[in-house]
């Protein structure tokens, strides 16, 4: 049985990078999980971050359905969840999601150097 | 009860005789593993003409990559078929099993340069094949860092082998290395549009392109990348090709990644990694031992 069999893709606004951290603090993730840089041409500045996981039932339900998470009311959860992108999917591979979400959205990966 | 016959055939090697080994079973066997480890440190070759096992091959009970660090050459080994070397935490916490993500990968070099996901997105998912393992990597976000140590900064000879399939996509994708891209220090492998890439570099570098080797894109590849101050070189399950040039290296200050190259974030393959041993000096004679344990590693026999 694969625990982690639940494809999630999510996408932050830059702006919401605050927020959206707190939210997965709250649930035991780092600060770092939003690692790829997004905008609608590819060119910097990033306007969007996002995250490609393979995820447990547990996990996907916390990120979309959770009313309480740690210290976060209902409220907060929702006025955070309301600002990102969650697309959780059984049936498409983690690359062939993480490009089908983008293209939903009219999103590209910045192609910066470091 | 029955016996399904194993042949040893010669494989090249010291061995004289065929031995038929009598297995014997209670009932139907397909799917069944049998493993045979010689004394001689080869793996063996099998003839089999009973299709109703499935037979594999283990590495040869002789030779370790940890002998390749037996004298204290600088490096890692990592070795996701050893679920004991991994952990799903990225602190080291809880043992990585099939299915589970892996967030910290041990080095069994001696060299403690231990690989860790930087996030748990990051992580690479183990996963099985059979009785071969391996680590997923999805393509979008995963890759593992070890700590920056100069110690990963080659200068003269030295050599990164991988068992692995790339799986994709096509364009520019990066496997691993110790790179800074807009420094162009380090070294780094990569994939482009399927056909390996390998690249020293510094304030003079050897990039060997792509010429010489066809798409590998899910092909079960023993990868051999080897360098020294004026050649780099490509050898692809046995097959090897040189690129002359002039390499003067400069350090990148960057860890060693594995699923992206170094601190440039732009690139991430989708791959399954098998085995990655990371080492300074030249091979040898051990070159060809190295290519046949990671033959094993993917279930190729080289």
């Not at chain 1, 919401?16 to 060119?43: C, D, K, R, Y």
């Not at chain 1, 996002?50 to 995820?55: F, K, Y």
């Not at chain 1, 009313?67 to 049936?91: C, D, F, H, N, Y």
């Not at chain 2, 003067?248 to 690139?267: C, E, K, L, M, N």
């Amino acid at each position: 049985v694969n625990a982690y069999s639940v494809s999630l893709v999510m996408i932050c606004p830059a702006a919401a990078m605050a927020q959206v951290n707190a939210l997965g603090a709250a649930l035991g993730h780092s600060e770092n999980e939003f690692g790829v840089p997004l905008s609608p041409t590819g060119e910097e500045p990033a306007t969007h971050y996002g995250l490609h996981t393979w995820a447990t039932e547990e996990t996907a339900l916390a990120w979309t359905e959770a009313e309480t998470v740690g210290e976060l009311t209902p409220e907060q959860t929702t006025a955070v969840r309301s600002m990102l992108i969650i697309s959780p999917s059984e049936e498409m591979t983690g690359s062939d999601h993480f490009a089908s979400v983008l293209v939903d959205n009219g999103l590209v990966r910045v192609e910066s150097n470091d | 009860m029955g016996g399904i016959p194993v042949t040893i055939a010669d494989n090249g090697y010291p061995v004289t005789n065929d031995r038929t080994l009598g297995l014997p079973v209670t009932q139907a066997a397909s799917g069944m593993h049998v493993t045979v480890v010689d004394a001689g440190g080869f793996p063996v070759a099998f003839v089999n003409d009973d299709l109703s096992a499935d037979l594999t091959v283990a590495e040869g009970g002789g030779f370790s990559p940890s002998q390749l660090f037996s004298n204290g050459e600088a490096g890692a080994w990592f070795d996701p078929s050893d679920l004991t070397s991994m952990y799903q935490g990225r602190t080291g916490t809880t043992a990585a099993a099939v299915g589970s993500p892996v967030g910290q990968l041990l080095d069994k070099s001696g060299n403690s340069n231990h690989a860790v996901a930087p996030s748990d997105a990051a992580r690479p998912i183990l996963r099985q094949s059979g009785s071969l393992y391996y680590l997923e990597f999805d393509g979008v976000d995963d890759f593992l860092l070890t700590p920056n140590v100069p110690s990963l900064d080659f200068s003269s000879d030295f050599s990164l082998s991988l068992a692995m399939r790339f799986t994709g996509p096509t364009g520019f994708k990066a496997i691993a290395g110790k790179f800074v891209s807009n420094q162009q220090t380090g070294y780094d492998i990569g994939f482009s549009n399927g056909v390996p890439r390998w690249a020293v570099r510094g304030t003079s570098n050897i990039d060997t392109g792509t010429s010489g080797i066809g798409n590998q894109t899910n092909v079960d590849l023993a990868l051999i990348l080897s360098a020294d101050p004026t050649q780099a070189s490509r050898e692809v399950n046995g097959t090897r090709v040189d690129r002359a040039g002039t390499w003067t290296a400069v350090p990148a200050t960057s860890g060693f990644a594995i699923g992206r190259r170094g601190s440039d974030g732009s690139s991430y393959a989708s791959m399954r990694l098998h085995n990655l041993v990371l080492r300074g000096g030249a091979l040898g004679a051990d070159r060809e031992r190295l290519r046949t344990y990671l033959g094993s590693k993917i279930g190729v026999t080289l």
